[in-house]
Structure formats: C-alpha cells, structure tokens
C-alpha cells in the first residue's frame, strides 16, 4: 500500500533497477521492526516508473529457446517491463547466467558455488534421501546436513547431472530428401539412422560426454545437443520432510503454499577433471558458471524469469487433435488413473514393503491425476478451446492463401493421419498400458527386444538398444529391483488386462496370446486371476541378477527356450509387439513430411513470435511475481505456517522452525512488511521437468525456485493463458532463514557468497 503512494506521489526518474528499489540494504542481524523501514526508506525511495506496466503486463507465454531472446519483441517487452538487462545476453545457453543451469533426471536445478554446489527441489532429490536411510536414519524424513565434503554421500550410482557445453543445428543433416523416400516406415528408419549417426560422431572417444538430438516444432528443428554426464553426485542438505515437503499431498496443486522445497547436491568429478564414478579421491567439479544468490529476494510485480527444462506441451497440436484430447483422451487417461489411485490406495495399509511402495506409488498416481483433471477441467470449463479453435483457423486460412499449396496440403494430410491415428487410439493406448503397466512384464518385454537387437551391429540397432544404452539400461534395471512389489504388479497388470476386455475381440487379439490361450477362448477376469497367479508364483524374474544376466548375455535362442511366464508371454506377444511398432513407424513416417510445416504455419500466423513445445531441453520464460488478484499478496508468510500448523502430517513443522517463527527471528530475510515470505507466486511459463529451476530477477540473480503449478492454470501445457497462470516458488529468503536460522547450515550460505547472521539452536 505504501509503495503505490509513493508512486502516486512522486514522478521520479529511476536510479537503479527494479531488482532492490524500495528497500534498503539490510545489515546486522536483528529483525527490523515492522513498517518503520519502509516508511524510513520512503522518503528517498526511487520511484520505478515501470511498475504500473509490470503490474499491467499479462504474459503471453512461451518457454523460448535461448536463441530465440533475440527476436525483437523480447527486447520491447524487457523495456516495457523496466529490465536493464539485455534479452541477448540470455541467448548464449553457455554464458552466463544460463551456463549455470543444469539438468538433472526428470528435473532442473543450477550451480550456486564455485566448486560445484548445486541447488533443486526437495522432491527431486526424494532417490538419493531413500538410498542413504537405513533402518535407524530416515534421512526421507529428517532431512540431511553434511557438515564436511568429506561428510557427502554418493546421492546414489544411477544419479546424474548434466551440463550442456555445445548445442548444434543438425536439421538439414537429419531432415534432408527425406521427401524422396517413399515408403514411410523406410523414411522413419533413415532419419532414425541419421540421428543415431550424430549420436555416434558426437560421442566417439569422448567418454563423459552424452549427446542427444532433440526435436523442436514438430519436427521442423532438430538440436544436437552435447552434454558433460557428471557420475558423481553427493548428497549435501536436505531440510527435513515437515519442511521440504511441507502440506504435501494436501496443497499439492495448491496455494496458499509454505513448502521448503529446495535441496542440495554437490558434482564431483575424478583428479583430473573429468567426469567419474562415485570414488573417494574424486574432487568437487569446477563449473565455468554459477549463478551469484541474492539475499534480497523480490517484490509484488518484479521481473522474474525461469531457465530450466520444461517436459512436454502440446500447443502445436491442431484443434483437432486437442478435441480429442479433451473427448477421448484425458477422460480415458482420468479413469485408468482413478483405477490405479483406488489400487494403491487399498495397499496402504498392508504390512512390510508392499504398504510403503504403495505409499510412494500413490504420490505419482495422485501428481499425475490431478494434473491431468486440472488440464481437462481448464481447457473446458473457460474460453480456451475457443481460442484453441481461433488460432487454428487463423493457420488454415493462412494456409489457404494464393501461393501456399504446399501448407495446404500439408495440413489437410496431417489432420488426416490424426483421424486415422484416433480410430485406433484406444486399442492401441490399451495394448500399450497392458505391455508397460507391470514391471516385469514390461522387463521380460525389454529383455526380448535386447536379444534381438544384440545380434545386429551397433549402428544398426534400433535406438535405445546400443551400446550406449546398456549403461542406463542396467541402472533402470537396478532402480527396478528397488520399486517392485509383487502385489501391486500384480494389481495393475490385472487392472490393464481388465480394461482391456472391454475391447471388442477382434481389436485385442494380443491378450489371448499374451495370456496364452486359444484365439477363440472366452477371456474373463477369473481366468486372467488363474494365469496371473501362476505367473507370479512361478516367475523368477524379480531377481536382479537374472535380469543383468539376460540383458547382457541373453540369445533370441536361450529366450525362447525359457520356462519363465513372463518372458514366454513376452515371446508371444512379440510378433504383435513388432508389428504395432511398424505401424506406428509408419505413421511417424508419414507425419514427420506434414506436422512440421503446420508448425510453420503457427508461427507464420504468430508473426514469428512461436516458442516451440517443451521438450525437455534449456527454455526461458519471463513475467513478474504476481497474485491471483491485484489486491492479494503473492507472498506466503511464516506466520501463516503457525495459523496453519496442526502438529499432523503433512502440516507438522518441526518444533525448532515454530518456535523460531513465534520468536519472529528472521533477522535480515524479512521482507518490508516484517513478515518472513516462503513462497511466491508469479505468472511465468513452466510445466513439469521445471522443477527445481532457478527462479532469477532482473540482474540474473537467484531469488527462488520453481516448485509447483496451481492447478487452476495447467492448462496452459495446452493452450497458454496469462491470466489464469500462477507458478509456486519457494522465496531465496525463506530457504538461507531455514539453512541459517533452523539447520545452521552456514557453510554452505558462506560458499554461496553470503553471510549467516543467525543463530541455529
Ligand atoms: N505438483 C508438483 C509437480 O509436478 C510437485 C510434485 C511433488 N510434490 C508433491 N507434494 N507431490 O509436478
Ligand atoms: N512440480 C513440477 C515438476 O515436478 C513442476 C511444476 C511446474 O512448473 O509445473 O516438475
């Protein structure tokens, strides 16, 4: 309220940036009483002249590739918005800031130190905390302080981090005269070639470097991608669960929020620098950047923007296949998850492993359940299909224009394939869940496919079967042993199977095989309980070493000659198996001629301002921290967690954090209301992949992390809307007031360039 007097009292030229502005630095330790400070800073405060745009300014979306920062509507939009800071500067994906980003599996995270400290999310680092515990140190739910390096777990042998270090065009290389080659499935196979043959080139002689193509705008871009895989990666900090993981299941999705979800790793590398296994002489990696912390954090409507890796989005889908989403696909998808949910939900409470693998199942299924209900309940309930249809139209009719028949044809075939692809869609979504849903069937699957492949010469195995993949191959295996329950594999192969019933006979011909009885037998659920009983008692394919062993040494012979249920169920299915795959390749093969060029139509019509879909590669987007309302707080505060606080999980801070908050400590982390903030909202464009992304102001200085979506707004993974799209971030000051004020990790802060000015208890 007192800053929008100011402004509207004074009309002042700006003399710094938006990132510190109305308040002061802060020095010494003790809390500054509430409200003198700002009043006090007041009178010489600089008048921002764009924060009434900020506050105006709706994002439009987009998780743009680096490159794309120099398009110049980005540098309107930062000078509209009051940014100082050069769009271009964020166009170098190895420069600084964004060469301190770094990908972890399935999440983001950055470098924060100069010897290799790096920074996530609580719950991307869930593996690691589970693989250290033992029976009497739950580090899952107390946390974890190394207060030495020498005191730094490995975070596990399948862990990773991944640092990019050259990123290169290879469209024309994979994409060109594909046209000449007729037959679809002979096309797919050959840009597959061209692609394992970048691979190839890439990683010749080079061990620790992992390359990967990535496919941008349906096809029409492809990156070659060249990444430092660091093996080495140890466990730091970690708060504990009541903080990191604060409100958990309950406010997933949800905001209010007071999650601590943030988390610490450390990247080590071998004597001489290069990238190793977990050894005890290796040494923290030395990275060439690090993203400097601010001990400032942000206002209401400040710039913020987001690099990390974004998973997947469909808004270059057309309007037709969103309606199929939204009319077959999503509802379909919403009721296996339900199914599922019930299923973990049921084994709760059953005694030993199988109650605590369901626990960490149920997590997943419930994440997954809501997001996908929140995207369908989005894209129905507002005007977004309308606007999904509009744009669409505005393609076409684009595409219709004197001189464009090539667009035009091109589109009309895609719309035809995705018709085709669609009267086939359950069947084939139903054969596919049935095959992935249990482990080891999916496994005994997987085992076959080695064998096979095995046999050819590297090059010409299919991707995912070279040599190159045998690594990953055999930690998936071992990461395999750790989630199995026979029981809940069981449930949901028996769920899949069930489901699949329903399919007119003729369109599931593959579960007779599968389950190995005549094509004419009467399939119901009493004989998928027989057999599948038999399986699981029978079957030794629970054991690791059987699986290594066939993964390495296993012969289509010596597969075909086993009496194990699951891989004999494998080899009969195969034929199937194969077949589907070829018709899908064939699709593929149609497609990648037509699905690119209405992407370039999109992004024609959108007057070349088109971010392609996520694809789990390097993106930024920017907006400003941002509320619901324009009158609503974007902050959460400590003192909302003492409201909030019932003393039962999820909502059970830790006695320490508490009475540290009615203390009011915060020392200089408050923010100017005197309030400590948690989490803050803002408007930016992420989706899952994003977490653990570092949330940076104006000068490229880390103020938070990205943690969550709401759910109101996850829609926007299919058609993007400003409005309606609030991010959750964990606030900088919150997590160094954990580190300095609860868990005294000041090392750590002191590393990061900062200074604890707290005591810990
Ligand atoms: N909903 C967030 C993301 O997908 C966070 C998931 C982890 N946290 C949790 N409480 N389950 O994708
Ligand atoms: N929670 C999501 C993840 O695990 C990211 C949140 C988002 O930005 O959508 O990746």
């Not at 990123?167 to 797919?188: H, M, N, W």
């Not at 080079?206 to 029409?220: H, Q, T, W």
């Not at 102001?697 to 759910?711: A, E, H, K, Y």
Request: proline share 6%; glycine share 8%.
């Amino acid at each position: 309220m007192k800053r929008e007097a100011i402004l509207a009292g004074l009309l002042v030229a700006v003399a710094c940036g938006g990132g510190s502005g109305a308040r002061g630095p802060t020095t010494g330790a003790a809390p500054e009483p509430a409200g003198t400070i700002d009043a006090a800073v007041a009178v010489e405060a600089p008048v921002d002249p764009h924060l009434a745009a900020r506050r105006l300014y709706e994002n439009p979306g987009g998780m743009w590739m680096p490159q794309q920062m120099t398009l110049p509507g980005h540098a309107t939009a930062f000078e509209q918005l009051g940014v100082k800071l050069d769009p271009k500067t964020l166009a170098d994906p190895l420069a600084a800031p964004l060469g301190a980003i770094v990908r972890l599996r399935g999440c983001s995270a950055s470098f924060v130190s100069p010897d290799g400290l790096v920074v996530t999310n609580h719950h991307c680092v869930q593996r690691a905390l589970q693989l250290n515990s033992t029976p009497d140190r739950n580090l899952v739910e107390h946390g974890f302080l190394a207060r030495t390096r020498a005191e730094e777990p490995s975070a596990g042998p399948a862990e990773r981090l991944y640092v990019a270090q050259a990123f290169t065009d290879v469209t024309a290389a994979v994409t060109g005269g594909l046209g000449d080659i007729a037959d679809p499935v002979a096309r797919k196979d050959e840009a597959e070639r061209r692609i394992k043959q970048q691979l190839a080139a890439c990683e010749k002689d080079r061990p620790g470097i992992r390359c990967n193509v990535a496919g941008y705008l349906r096809g029409g871009l492809y990156v070659l991608i060249e990444e430092v895989e660091l093996r080495d990666v140890r466990l730091v900090y970690v708060p504990a669960r009541a903080v990191g993981n604060y409100g958990g299941e309950v406010d997933n999705w949800r905001w209010p929020r007071h999650t601590g979800d943030f988390a610490f790793f450390r990247a080590y590398v071998g004597p001489d620098g290069k990238p190793a296994d977990h050894a005890t002489d290796n040494v923290p990696y030395q990275p060439r950047h690090f993203l400097k912390v601010s001990d400032q954090g942000v206002r209401p409507s400040d710039f913020v923007m987001i690099a990390g890796f974004p998973g997947r989005t469909t808004r270059t889908k057309t309007a037709l296949e969103v309606k199929h989403d939204v009319e077959w696909f999503y509802p379909y998808f919403i009721g296996l998850a339900q199914q599922q949910y019930a299923i973990v939900e049921a084994h709760l409470k059953t005694p030993g492993e199988t109650g605590i693998k369901a626990g960490v199942l149920k997590q997943g299924v419930q994440n997954r359940l809501e997001k996908i209900s929140g995207v369908l309940k989005g894209l129905t309930s507002g005007d977004l299909l309308d606007r999904k249809a509009a744009l669409d139209r505005r393609v076409t009719e684009w595409a219709a224009a004197p001189g464009r028949e090539r667009h035009r044809a091109a589109i009309a075939r895609l719309e035809q394939l995705n018709v085709e692809e669609q009267r086939t869609a359950r069947a084939d979504f139903d054969r596919q869940t049935a095959f992935t849903e249990s482990l080891l069937l999916a496994s005994a699957i997987q085992l076959t496919r080695w064998a096979e492949e095995r046999e050819r010469p590297d090059a010409e195995r299919k991707a995912g079967f070279q040599e190159r993949d045998r690594a990953p191959a055999i930690a998936s295996n071992r990461q395999l042993t750790k989630q199995y329950d026979a029981t809940l594999d069981r449930a949901m192969l028996r769920l899949a199977l069930v489901r699949a019933l329903a399919l007119p006979p003729a369109e599931r011909t593959w579960l007779a095989q599968l389950l190995g009885v005549r094509a004419t037998a009467r399939i119901d659920e009493a004989l998928i309980d027989r057999t599948l009983d038999g399986w699981y008692r029978t079957s030794k394919l629970a054991d690791e070493k059987l699986r290594l062993e066939l993964l390495e040494k296993g012969t289509r012979k010596s597969l075909a000659a086993s009496r194990d249920p699951f891989l004999r169920a494998a080899q009969r299915v195969w034929k199937v198996y194969k077949d589907e795959e070829r018709r899908a390749d064939a699709r593929a093969g149609e497609s990648m001629l037509v699905s690119p060029i209405y992407a370039d139509a999109m992004r024609e019509v959108l007057g070349g301002l088109l971010a392609p879909d996520a694809n789990s590669t390097l993106r930024i987007t920017y907006g400003t921290v941002k509320a619901f309302t324009p009158t609503a707080s974007p902050f959460t505060s400590g003192s909302q967690i003492l409201a909030k606080d019932t003393g039962k999980e999820p909502f059970d801070a830790p006695a320490a954090l508490l009475a540290a908050l009615r203390d009011r400590s915060f020392g200089p982390y408050a923010g100017p209301d005197g309030e400590l903030p948690v989490n803050f909202l803002s408007d930016l464009d992420t989706t899952g992949g994003n977490s653990g992304s570092a949330v940076l102001d104006d000068r490229g200085q880390l103020v938070g992390l990205n943690f969550d979506s709401t759910i109101e707004g996850v829609a926007s993974d299919v058609v993007f809307d400003g409005a309606i799209v609030r991010k959750i971030h964990v606030d900088v000051r919150y997590m160094l007031w954990v580190m300095d004020r609860i868990d005294g990790a000041d090392h750590l802060i002191e590393e990061m360039g900062l200074r604890p000015r707290l005591e810990a208890p």
